[in-house]
C-alpha cells in the first residue's frame, strides 16, 4: 500500500501523524510512505530521517493524491477537502460529530473515514483516543494556572495557595482519561480538586486512585452549578464515544461563576459542554472572556508539545495503520474488533451509530460492508 503524510496545517498544530521510525517499519513491511517535506518540522523530525527510514519526500499534493491511505493527526481543514475521493482511506482524527461539513464532504466523495477517536476496545477504551487524552488532561491545569495569572488578565490565584492562604478550587467534570490526567496534575500543584462523572464505579476508582486527596461528587446539574460557583478553574472533559457533548454547563452557571475563574473546556473537538463556548479558539488566540469568565477553548491542545504527543500518538496508531496496510480496511475492520466502530464513513454512509445520530445522516452498519 501507498502512505501519504501530509503536513498539518490547522493552526499551531506541530505534531505529524508518522514518526521516521513508524516509516521504517512501514516500509521494511513492503509499502512506500510519502512524507511530505517538512511535515515533521514542527515536532524535530528532519526530512533527512525520512529519507533514511526509506520514506519518498514529496509535496503536499502528492501526499493526499498519490497515496492509497492517508495518515494525519488533525481532522482535515477545508482547503484539503478537494482531495477526497472514493479510494481513499483517512486514518485520522475526525470528531464528525462537531464537524458537519467535513462529514457532508467525505460521505459525498464516499471516502473511508477512519477515526481514531472512535476506535474502540471491547471494555469501552478508546486506545487511540486515550494518548492524547492523557496529554490534554496533563496540559489542563498548567494552561489554568497560566490564565489565572495577572499578566494573562486572570484574577491572580495561585493553584496550590500557601501556607495560610487557600489553595485553589479545580472542578474536573468528566473523570475519564482527561480527568483524571488533570486531576493527578492539579492535586500536585495543590489545588483543591473535585471530579465529577456520571459512572458512579468510576468516581469509586478515582476515590481509591487517589487516596482521598480528591473529592468525588456524582456528576447532576445541581452539582455541577453548586461546585461552577467556588471553582477558580472548571476542566470539562466528559465524554460520549461519537456523539456531540453535552451542554453540562449552562450559561446561568457561567454567570453565578467567580469574576477571573478560567474555563478549559478539553471536551471542545466534539462541540464543547459549554453553553457559553460557541466558538473553537486557537493557540494563537487561546481565550476570551464573556460574564468575567476566562474562556479557553483549543481543540488541538496536544499541538503544543508536539513531540511528546507525536511519540505517543504514533505509539499508539502504528499497529493499525500496519494492519490496515497489509490487509485493506475492509479485512482490518473485520477481524479486529476495536478497529471496527473507528470506521465513520464508507461509500456515502456514516457508519458509527452515535456520529450519524449526532448529525442527523444516513446511517449504514459497517459489519454488513465486511462480512
Ligand atoms: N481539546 C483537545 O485538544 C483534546 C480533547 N480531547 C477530548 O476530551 C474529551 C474527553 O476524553 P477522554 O477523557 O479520553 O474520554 P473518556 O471516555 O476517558 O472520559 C469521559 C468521561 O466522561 C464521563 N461522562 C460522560 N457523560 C458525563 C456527564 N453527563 N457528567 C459527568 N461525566 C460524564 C464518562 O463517564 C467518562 O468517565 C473528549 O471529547 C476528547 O475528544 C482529548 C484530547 C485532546
Ligand atoms: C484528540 C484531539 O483532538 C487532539 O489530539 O487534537
Ligand atoms: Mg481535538
Not at 91 to 105: G, S
Not at 124 to 143: F, K, N, T, V, Y
Not at 155 to 163: I, K, S
Request: glycine share 10%; hydrophobic share 45%.
Amino acid at each position: 500500500m501507498i502512505i501519504g503524510v501530509p503536513k498539518e496545517i490547522k493552526n499551531n498544530e506541530n505534531r505529524v501523524s508518522l514518526t521516521p521510525g513508524g516509516a521504517k517499519l512501514l516500509v521494511q513491511q513492503g509499502h512506500r510512505v510519502l512524507v511530505e517535506r517538512g511535515a515533521g518540522s514542527g515536532c524535530g523530525f528532519r526530512d533527512e530521517e525520512y529519507a533514511q527510514a526509506g520514506a519518498t519526500l514529496v509535496s503536499h499534493e502528492a501526499a493526499w493524491m498519490e497515496s492509497n491511505m492517508v495518515m494525519k493527526v488533525k481532522e482535515p481543514q477545508p482547503t484539503e477537502y478537494r482531495f477526497f475521493r472514493k479510494d481513499l482511506i483517512l486514518f485520522t482524527y475526525l470528531h464528525l460529530a462537531a464537524e458537519p461539513e467535513l462529514a457532508r464532504q467525505l460521505v459525498e466523495k464516499e471516502t473511508v473515514g477512519i477515526g481514531y477517536e472512535t476506535v474502540q476496545a471491547a471494555n469501552g477504551s478508546l486506545p487511540l483516543l486515550a494518548p492524547m487524552s492523557e496529554i490534554a488532561g496533563r496540559m489542563a491545569p498548567q494552561i489554568g494556572a497560566q490564565f489565572l495569572t495577572n499578566h494573562y488578565g486572570g484574577p491572580g490565584v495561585l493553584l496550590g495557595g500557601v501556607p495560610g492562604v487557600r489553595a485553589a478550587n479545580v472542578v474536573i467534570i468528566g473523570g475519564g482519561t482527561v480527568g483524571t490526567n488533570a486531576a493527578k496534575i492539579a492535586v500536585g500543584m495543590g489545588a483543591h480538586v473535585t471530579i465529577l462523572d456520571k459512572s458512579a464505579d468510576r468516581l469509586a476508582y478515582l476515590d481509591d486512585l487517589f487516596d482521598g486527596r480528591v473529592e468525588t461528587v456524582v456528576s447532576t446539574e445541581d452539582e455541577i452549578a453548586t461546585s461552577a460557583q467556588t471553582a477558580d478553574l472548571l476542566i470539562s472533559s466528559v465524554l460520549i464515544p461519537g456523539a456531540k457533548a453535552p451542554k453540562l454547563v449552562t450559561t446561568a452557571m457561567v454567570q453565578a461563576m467567580k469574576e477571573g475563574a478560567v474555563i478549559v473546556d478539553v471536551a471542545i473537538d466534539q462541540g464543547g459542554s459549554v453553553e457559553t463556548i460557541d466558538k473553537i479558539t486557537t493557540h494563537e488566540d487561546p481565550v476570551y472572556t464573556k460574564y468575567g469568565v476566562i474562556h479557553y477553548a483549543v481543540a488541538n491542545i496536544p499541538g503544543a508539545v508536539a513531540r511528546s504527543s507525536t511519540l505517543a500518538l504514533t505509539n499508539a496508531t502504528l499497529p493499525y495503520a500496519l494492519q490496515i496496510a497489509r490487509d485493506g480496511w475492509m479485512k482490518a475492520a473485520h477481524d479486529n474488533a476495536a478497529l471496527r466502530p473507528g470506521v465513520n464513513t464508507v461509500a456515502g454512509y456514516i457508519t458509527h451509530p452515535s456520529v450519524a445520530t449526532a448529525l442527523s445522516m444516513p446511517f449504514a452498519d459497517v459489519t454488513s460492508m465486511i462480512s
